[in-house]
């Protein structure tokens, strides 16, 4: 092989480690220092529950308190607004049965979920038929329902924000944890 030629595939070789290296490391988060990543400040989880036949899966993003005063204090989670429930890509709620709410049927199908956050207490879970958006893309006009949360105080503080699902009296409920509050919405699966 000629001079040249090697130093054609040795520039082709160098490129392509390169490539994969930057993708790699796009894909995997951030790097600190020593080669460490970085966890994400507000990773993606998921859940799946299975209540009186209904599977019901929630795909959200987790925020962390970090000291700061979330309710009426962050700029996108004021009293009055509605919220992301949630951070990032907006929170996917998906059921393969139809739930009751309280007389709000929810028929089965993939969600995103929205809270209307309320100083009083009175917030409401929205249900929007929109789905794969930002999480502060919201579109009133996609609402499906708006139900009632029963909200309550938490001790202690929780740090990272939680949703859950489980059974509960004669169906099952979803629960919004973050800071100092606990938000929940009872279902019948129908």
Not at 108 to 120: D, I, K, P, S
Not at 124 to 137: A, M, R
Request: proline fraction near 4%; glycine fraction near 10%.
């Amino acid at each position: 092989m000629t001079k040249s030629r090697l130093l054609v595939r040795g520039a082709v070789a160098l490129a392509a480690v390169s490539l994969f290296s930057v993708s790699a490391t796009a894909q995997g988060g951030m790097q600190m220092g020593g080669g460490q990543r970085q966890a994400p400040a507000s990773p993606r989880d998921s859940l799946s529950a299975s209540i009186a036949g209904a599977d019901i899966k929630v795909n959200y993003g987790r925020p962390s308190k970090r000291g700061r005063v979330i309710f009426n204090g962050l700029a996108d989670m004021k009293w009055g607004m509605v919220w992301r429930t949630g951070a990032n890509e907006a929170t996917h709620f998906t059921t393969s049965k139809a739930l009751d709410f309280g007389g709000k049927v929810v028929p089965a199908g993939t969600y995103t979920l929205f809270t209307q956050l309320e100083a009083n207490g009175k917030w409401e879970l929205i249900v929007n038929k929109q789905t794969k958006q930002w999480g502060t893309d919201y579109d009133k006009a996609q609402d499906l329902v708006r139900i009632p949360m029963t909200v309550t105080s938490t001790n202690p503080v929780v740090e990272k924000m939680e949703i859950t699902v489980k059974p509960a009296a004669k169906g099952g409920e979803i629960a919004v944890m973050w800071d100092t509050y606990r938000a929940v919405a009872g279902f019948t699966v129908k």
